[in-house]
């Protein structure tokens, strides 16, 4: 015997969840408010380990920091 899905129900389902999912785009999403700022030291890190992308990114933002304070 075959089973009988009621897809009106699920179709139910999938609307509750996209209208919960926009309604929290929407009113942005309270993860990006507690936001907390960490500092890292920088004998933390494992530069051998990190990958070209991130170290390239880790370089720019040293390089702004370091011609604000001499230019600030």
């Known amino acids: 015997m075959a089973?009988?899905?009621?897809?009106?129900?699920?179709?139910e389902k999938i609307k509750a969840q996209l209208d919960e999912l926009s309604a929290e785009i929407e009113n942005g999403s309270k993860k990006e408010e507690e936001v907390v700022e960490?500092?890292?030291?920088?004998s933390d890190i494992d530069f051998e380990g990190e990958e070209l992308a991130s170290l390239m990114k880790i370089q720019s933002r040293l390089t702004r920091a370091i011609k604000a304070k001499i230019n600030g």
Do not use: L, P
């Open 3 to 11: 089973r009988k899905v009621n897809y009106s129900k699920k179709i």
């Open 38 to 42: 960490q500092k890292v030291k920088i």
